[in-house]
T-cell receptor
Framework: NAGVTQTPKFRVLKTGQSMTLLCAQD?????MYWYRQDPGMGLRLIHY???????AKGEVPDGYNVSRLKKQNFLLGLESAAPSQTSVYFC???????????FGQGTRLTVV | SQQGEEDPQALSIQEGENATMNCSYK?????LQWYRQNSGRGLVHLIL?????REKHSGRLRVTLDTSKKSSSLLITASRAADTASYFC??????????????FGPGTSLSVIP
């Protein structure tokens, strides 16, 4: 089992460009999450999904969109990247919302 | 705002010593979880303690939970250099105005000196 896989691992964007981060899990988990991690801030929840076809806003959703068309995939989109979105992005999944979460290895995004 | 806050922000100890990290949170919880993150890697789940539990053990890890004080502690006994990492507490609140979700604190950076 691969667990949670994120692509890409690194990306540099210019301000105003768009991109999509892909998260895939093979554990048949219902819940999937996107977090961003910034120095001294811990992990902040961007958006999450409680099942196929559903999405919900987290703590810092502005500037991001998500989609969960298939149970195993959770996509995070940046329509118009800004330098403030420079961060490390982590995807996670869990069986339910109150069970342990499994994390991907992260995507390091730099917006210049 | 973040649910959990770890204390201290950074901790440096000698190999073989015990390391204690604390976590305080603001609202009622369903459970509290501790995670470890090695530099440049994703988070790894260590232990989950439910709101009706007071103490839990896993190998060299001991977690306590005091719901009256809204706090938890993680004790790592006989630390090793390989324990060097950041440690995060995460909470699942009992609020029913939204779906259950895991909210993380800012973390404690632990350095174990050989």
């Amino acid at each position: 089992n691969a667990g949670v896989t994120q692509t890409p691992k690194f990306r540099v964007l210019k301000t105003g460009q768009s991109m999509t981060l892909l998260c895939a899990q093979d554990m048949n988990h219902e819940y999937m999450y996107w977090y961003r991690q910034d120095p001294g801030m811990g992990l902040r929840l961007i958006h999450y999904s409680v099942g196929e076809g559903t999405t919900a806003k987290g703590e810092v959703p502005d500037g991001y969109n998500v989609s969960r068309l298939k149970k195993q995939n959770f996509l995070l989109g940046l329509e118009s990247a800004a330098p403030s979105q420079t961060s490390v992005y982590f995807c996670a999944s869990s069986y339910r919302g109150n069970t342990e979460a499994f994390f991907g290895q992260g995507t390091r995004l730099t917006v210049v | 705002s973040q649910q959990g806050e770890e204390d201290p922000q950074a901790l440096s100890i000698q190999e073989g010593e015990n390391a204690t990290m604390n976590c305080s949170y603001k609202t009622s919880i369903n459970n509290l979880q501790w995670y470890r993150q090695n530099s440049g890697r994703g988070l790894v789940h260590l232990i989950l303690i439910r709101s009706n539990e007071r103490e839990k053990h896993s190998g060299r890890l001991r977690v306590t939970l005091d719901t009256s004080k809204k706090s938890s502690s993680l004790l790592i006994t006989a630390s090793r250099a390989a324990d060097t990492a950041s440690y995060f507490c995460a909470t699942v609140s009992t609020r029913k105005t939204s779906y259950d979700k895991v909210i993380f604190g800012p973390g404690t950076s632990l350095s174990v000196i050989p």
